[in-house]
């Protein structure tokens, strides 16, 4: 299978997703520059964290009228796999394919920590490598991550199984102590309704090599790989066998 | 025209002023003696320190640069080559503490990928008043969320620093900012003009009326009225300086360009006349094609500005559309604004007319350099031997007043707002004794710390200085690294006070001596005059920035225990030395010497020993015992340990209670390894003729040491943690 991994001006966690896909998940993976019209016959579209055009305005409130930006929603409606980590979250916020909005965090500073999260739905192409109550210990770095949707989308969420990350303690607990920005109802990743897109503040990149401390993130991708795997070869068009640019 | 009124608003003296009209042959025009003024300023001229500097060791083993660029580049093998530098911007963050230090941090990174490398660490060096003053928290809240918004939103993970507080800085709170990048051993770029003809491109942001006399600013005390010099602290904008990393680092890669220089300190001005000197060039510019953010700006502003996020190319006839297009891809702009000449001068014009026309080498080269008085000033004797003192009863509430001295307390309230995990290199978070980020594809790792200790650089200079550079090496044996070089921010009063000059000189001195003596390479630095605000200066600070390399990533050491069970051995030998320890100034609120002696062969041989250890793949964990003494050493070891485990020590010493305890006795390091493996270490110890006990046992919940039998400190380790934990965030409103 193949990712692509999308690159706006002041993406920052572009190389982090890109190294890990390619040199510890082991999979093809594209550099899609924003400007562009081609989503390169990806398999899975992952929008990276950052502060794409510095966080001007509202976080993700530029970067949604990026050219490419009008294929990922394409992609995204046709069933196609979209992973929004932090910023990416943010820019799927503002693009409308996920419901709610992000606010500061309730601190007021910006977090960098490591976090517990529990699956709440095991069931999606990103998660299907876990099950429901599981926990992971993911890092987070952000000053936006305080989910806030109205009662009535909260409400239709939950009901949908749309959840599927909380903040948690060490145990599994969901707590008003664990969750670190104040997000409604704990939530720390969010599906639209389909279950092909997700949004997650922590990040799963930066937790999947033992060097760093923690591996869980390696979840994510597998579970992605093993969706996309799992599903019948599609005939490809285009050339193929592009090169795999170069990593720094 | 030019009278003593307007000499004085550019810090020039009268003596200055004729040397310059000599240099030039006429008298300036308004202009150029600002271009001058900045240049000849003591934060670019060095004109009181560059004699000393001269004084430090700057060959050595795999230096490729060394001083005089924007940064130290030194050889890692791989055909890599890492590239720092620290820097202060201590005036700008007393007067707008978020911007002066979010431009701190982008100037310093500028500096590091002007050379082609991609930064991958910061760290921050800060020294605020006490907490308990408002002004303080306002100022520190400023600069950490400064130095988050700037680093956070560009990328580069700060992944450690230190952090002390004393009354002398209240009023000049120092912030000083390191940066370190990896390049390309072959495709380091420098700050030259080659090759007449050849266009000279501005790129990045616009100029407009931010940061005039920056530089000029930071090279004189502060009265009372600071607010209205708020206007020469410049705005950054990180995302702009991320568009510019990438594109500068993409036409590097692709070779477009000869030569690159960022404008940071006297913007325009220093970048044209640096690139050209060194060179040995000249450069014509016209000024109407600078662009501009505001209407009406004139030459002299144009040519002082110090707005940021802006860089100087000179490249080929042929790759100049190249570059632009770089530039474009990236949204900036790009225009050429000169080309590079063979006249040694430096020509701007601006609607048709000269208007600057100076010679690049008197205003790069010749600035006046003085050997400024010095004198022995009256505190060192008085402060030279602290009183006898009663041991106190409690030496368990002594530690855990200890831990909650903000200086030694746990600093995550601030590092927490900083990114230091993006990049996915972190191995070896902020906390430590020193940061450790791994290199992609490599195995191996690189080591960094900021070490100073300002009480005993006031207390004894000299010393100070040496164990401020013993230290930081011995931070990154703890780790397992070896030293690669050294970069330095002195941090002094005004160097016009003959006893100022005296502690500069003295610092200096140590520097070298211990630099020398350890065989590292100064490959760099700033020096930061002036640092007085009301006739008051701050303690003479140096910070010196070493940089290490662990050659195995898997062999490396970490602070915290690493599970109940193991020996704890101590290496080095602990003497009855109080005098300017934290101890003394937070339980007696005694300033006063003697500080700790430093025996460089002793200290020497007790980092190699525990880097042995390390590469030997014995140690479990490893902690240098500084402020706090082995009492703090043993609870940090503890609070950073997995699962929280503690620790029974037992010692035999018949040196008074508190200086076993809380003494900083230097050349200590604590280390701990597996019960069979700690006859190997003492071994490793005796044969380099290093004193070494094991001293106890990590496990438990609690911290307990005795003594010849006596019980001295028994503290839980919950409340130990807590105390130590919330000491500074107490001070502040916080929200989980």
């Known amino acids: 299978?193949?990712?692509?991994?999308?690159?706006?001006?002041?993406?920052?966690?572009?190389?982090?997703?890109?190294?890990?896909?390619?040199?510890?998940?082991?999979?093809?993976?594209?550099?899609?520059?924003?400007?562009?019209?081609?989503?390169?016959?990806?398999?899975?579209?992952?929008?990276?964290?950052?502060?794409?055009?510095?966080?001007?305005?509202?976080?993700?409130?530029?970067?949604?009228?990026?050219?490419?930006?009008?294929?990922?929603?394409?992609?995204?409606?046709?069933?196609?796999?979209?992973?929004?980590?932090?910023?990416?979250?943010?820019?799927?916020l503002e693009l409308g394919l996920l419901p709610g909005a992000m606010l500061r965090n309730r601190g007021l500073k910006f977090i960098c920590d490591s976090v517990h999260i529990r699956i709440e739905n095991?069931?999606?192409?990103?998660?299907?490598?876990?099950?429901?109550?599981?926990?992971?210990?993911?890092?987070?770095?952000?000053?936006?991550?305080?989910?806030?949707?109205?009662?009535?989308?909260?409400?239709?969420?939950?009901?949908n199984g749309q959840v599927i990350f909380r903040y948690c303690d060490s145990g599994g607990k969901v707590t008003g102590e664990a969750n670190p920005n104040g997000s409604l109802n704990n939530i720390a990743g969010l599906a639209n309704r389909r279950g092909n897109v997700l949004g997650m503040m922590p990040h799963p990149e930066r937790a999947s090599e033992a060097a760093l401390g923690s591996e869980d993130g390696r979840l994510i991708f597998a579970s992605i790989i093993e969706a996309v795997e799992a599903r019948p070869p599609k005939i490809k068009k285009g050339t193929g066998n592009r090169r795999a640019g170069h990593d720094r | 025209m030019i009278d003593k009124h307007i000499l004085g608003q550019h810090n020039l003296t009268e003596e200055e002023y004729s040397t310059i009209v000599n240099l030039m042959g006429r008298e300036p025009n308004l202009t150029e003696l600002g271009i001058f003024s900045v240049m000849w300023s003591e934060h670019c001229g060095y004109k009181s320190s560059r004699l000393y500097l001269k004084k430090l060791p700057t060959a050595g083993k795999g230096v490729l640069q060394g001083p005089g660029e924007n940064a130290g580049v030194i050889d890692i093998g791989d055909n890599l080559a890492v590239v720092f530098k620290i820097e202060s911007h201590n005036h700008p963050s007393f007067i707008e503490p978020y911007q002066g230090a979010?431009?701190?941090?982008?100037?310093?990174?500028?500096?590091?990928?002007?050379?082609?490398?991609?930064?991958?660490?910061?760290?921050?060096?800060?020294?605020?008043?006490?907490l308990e003053e408002p002004l303080t928290r306002s100022?520190?809240?400023?600069?950490?969320?400064?130095?988050?918004?700037?680093?956070?939103?560009?990328?580069?993970?700060?992944?450690?620093?230190?952090?002390?507080?004393?009354?002398?800085?209240?009023?000049?709170?120092l912030v000083n900012v390191f940066c370190l990048g990896l390049a390309e051993k072959d495709k380091i770029f420098l700050a030259r003009a080659e090759g007449a003809g050849n266009p000279v491109i501005y790129v990045g942001a616009r100029t407009?009326?931010?940061?005039?006399?920056?530089?000029?600013?930071?090279?004189?005390?502060?009265?009372?009225?600071?607010e209205h010099k708020r206007p020469n602290v410049q705005v950054g904008d990180p995302f702009k300086e991320k568009l510019l990393l990438e594109a500068c680092l993409e036409v590097m890669d692709k070779g477009l360009i000869l030569g690159i220089q960022?404008?940071?300190?006297?913007?325009?001005?220093?970048?044209?006349?640096?690139?050209?000197?060194?060179?040995?060039?000249?450069?014509?510019?016209?000024?109407?094609?600078?662009?501009?953010?505001?209407?009406?700006?004139?030459?002299?502003?144009?040519?002082?500005?110090?707005?940021?996020?802006?860089?100087?190319?000179?490249?080929t006839p042929e790759k100049k559309a190249e570059v632009q297009a770089v530039f474009a891809k990236w949204d900036l702009e790009a225009p050429v604004i000169g080309r590079v000449t063979d006249t040694g001068r430096l020509v701007a014009s601006f609607k048709n007319q000269i208007v600057v026309d100076v010679p690049v080498n008197a205003v790069v080269n010749l600035c006046p350099v003085y050997r400024r008085p010095t004198a022995l000033p009256a505190y060192i004797q008085r402060n030279d031997r602290h009183p006898d003192l009663p041991v106190p009863d409690d030496l368990s509430a002594v530690t855990l007043r200890l831990l909650s001295s903000p200086v030694?307390?746990?600093?995550?309230?601030?590092?927490?707002?900083?990114?230091?995990?993006?990049?996915?290199?972190?191995?070896?978070?902020?906390?430590?004794?020193?940061?450790?980020?791994?290199?992609?594809?490599?195995?191996?790792?690189?080591?960094?710390?900021?070490?100073?200790?300002?009480?005993?650089?006031y207390l004894e200079p000299k010393a100070g200085a040496m164990i401020a550079v013993a230290e930081a090496c011995r931070n990154l044996a703890?780790?397992?690294?070896?030293?690669?070089?050294?970069?330095?921010?002195?941090?002094?009063?005004?160097?016009?006070?003959?006893?100022?000059?005296?502690?500069?000189?003295?610092?200096?001195?140590?520097?070298?001596?211990?630099?020398?003596?350890?065989?590292?390479?100064?490959?760099?630095?700033?020096?930061?005059?002036?640092?007085?605000?009301?006739?008051?200066?701050?303690?003479?600070?140096?910070?010196?920035?070493?940089?290490?390399?662990?050659?195995?990533?898997r062999r490396s050491a970490r602070p915290g225990f690493a599970g109940p069970g193991d020996s704890v051995i101590l290496l080095g030998e602990t003497k009855e030395e109080l005098g300017g320890s934290e101890y003394l100034r937070t339980i007696h609120g005694i300033e006063a010497g003697p500080v700790p002696r430093l025996d460089l062969e002793l200290e020497k041989r007790v980092q190699e020993v525990c880097l042995e250890a390390v590469e030997a793949g014995l140690v479990r964990s490893a902690h240098d015992l500084a402020e706090g003494g082995l009492a703090a050493a043993l609870a940090e070891s503890s609070f950073y340990s997995r699962g929280m485990t503690g620790c029974r020590i037992e010692l035999e010493s018949a040196i008074r209670p508190d200086a076993l305890l809380f003494g900083e006795s230097q050349s200590r390091i604590l280390v701990t390894c597996r019960p069979g493996k700690s006859r190997l270490v003492l071994e490793l110890a005796e044969k380099n003729g290093v004193p070494a006990r094991t001293i106890g046992r990590t496990g438990g919940q609690e911290i307990v040491i005795s003594s010849e039998g006596q019980e001295l400190v028994k503290i839980g380790l919950e409340e130990a943690y807590s105390r130590w934990k919330n000491a500074v965030p107490q001070f502040f409103k916080t929200w989980p």
């Open chain 1, 1 to 92: 299978m193949r990712f692509g991994v999308v690159q706006f001006p002041g993406s920052n966690c572009d190389f982090d997703a890109i190294h890990v896909l390619r040199n510890v998940m082991k999979r093809d993976t594209e550099i899609l520059w924003h400007k562009d019209h081609d989503l390169r016959d990806v398999d899975c579209v992952v929008l990276p964290g950052g502060f794409s055009y510095g966080d001007y305005l509202r976080p993700g409130a530029i970067a949604r009228f990026s050219p490419l930006m009008q294929q990922v929603r394409h992609f995204a409606l046709t069933g196609g796999l979209v992973l929004g980590i932090c910023n990416g979250f943010q820019i799927l």
């Open chain 1, 122 to 159: 095991g069931q999606t192409p990103f998660t299907r490598a876990g099950r429901k109550g599981l926990v992971l210990r993911l890092p987070i770095a952000h000053f936006d991550g305080n989910y806030y949707a109205s009662r009535r989308t909260l409400a239709e969420i939950e009901r």
């Open chain 2, 102 to 130: 979010a431009t701190g941090v982008g100037g310093i990174l500028r500096d590091i990928f002007t050379m082609g490398a991609r930064p991958v660490a910061l760290m921050d060096s800060l020294r605020f008043g006490p």
């Open chain 2, 139 to 173: 100022i520190m809240e400023g600069v950490v969320s400064g130095i988050a918004g700037y680093g956070n939103s560009i990328g580069v993970p700060t992944v450690g620093g230190e952090t002390a507080f004393h009354s002398c800085y209240s009023l000049n709170p």
């Open chain 2, 208 to 226: 407009g009326r931010d940061g005039i006399h920056g530089a000029t600013m930071a090279s004189a005390e502060f009265g009372k009225e600071t």
């Open chain 2, 262 to 315: 960022d404008m940071g300190a006297a913007g325009l001005t220093c970048s044209s006349t640096e690139m050209a000197a060194k060179a040995g060039t000249g450069i014509e510019i016209n000024l109407d094609l600078v662009p501009q953010r505001e209407e009406g700006m004139t030459p002299y502003e144009i040519m002082l500005s110090e707005s940021q996020e802006r860089m100087l190319i000179v490249t």
């Open chain 2, 408 to 457: 030694i307390a746990d600093k995550q309230w601030i590092f927490r707002q900083y990114d230091h995990m993006v990049q996915t290199n972190t191995v070896l978070p902020p906390g430590g004794d020193s940061a450790v980020i791994r290199i992609k594809g490599t195995g191996k790792a690189l080591a960094m710390t900021l070490d100073g200790n300002s009480l005993y650089t």
């Open chain 2, 478 to 553: 703890s780790v397992g690294a070896r030293p690669l070089g050294v970069t330095n921010c002195l941090n002094f009063g005004n160097p016009e006070k003959p006893e100022i000059m005296w502690q500069f000189e003295q610092a200096v001195d140590g520097i070298a001596q211990a630099c020398r003596f350890f065989g590292i390479p100064v490959t760099g630095g700033n020096v930061s005059f002036y640092n007085e605000t009301e006739g008051q200066a701050v303690h003479p600070t140096p910070v010196l920035g070493v940089v290490g390399l662990i050659k195995d990533i």
